[in-house]
């Protein structure tokens, strides 16, 4: 397996505290999604949501595994796409966090 080299300058990662609560919301990209993590007091993951797919499509099963052993999310497989899939050149500017209530929050 060879090394991938990722420039963390351009991922995005955006805190919010919740107003309402003790919890926060975390946006965090890697190479293959951006995903949000609902946190507690303690930063202990209470909830992960899948936002977006923003790498690249893969064509098999190994290419997935290959990411998931270096510790990314899994790459989009091809018999899951269409043209919408990936999102590209996505930046913290693009997106908000709105906390509605203790419960509710959007992104």
């Known amino acids: 397996m060879g090394f991938i080299i990722i420039n963390i300058e351009y991922m995005i990662f955006i805190q919010e505290p919740n107003p309402f609560s003790n ?5 965090e990209e890697d190479p293959n999604s951006i995903y949000a993590y609902r ?26 595994k290959e990411a998931i ?8 497989l091809r018999s899951f ?14 997106i908000s966090i709105n906390w509605i209530s203790v419960e509710e929050v959007v992104v």
Do not use: H
């Open 23 to 27: 919890e926060s919301l975390v946006i």
């Open 39 to 64: 946190l507690n007091s303690e930063q202990t993951v209470l909830q992960d949501i899948f936002i977006c797919s923003t790498g690249k499509i893969v064509e098999t099963a190994n290419e997935i």
């Open 69 to 76: 052993d270096l510790g990314f999310s899994p790459p989009l």
């Open 81 to 94: 796409a269409n043209e919408f899939s990936i999102q590209k050149f996505l930046t913290e500017d693009d």
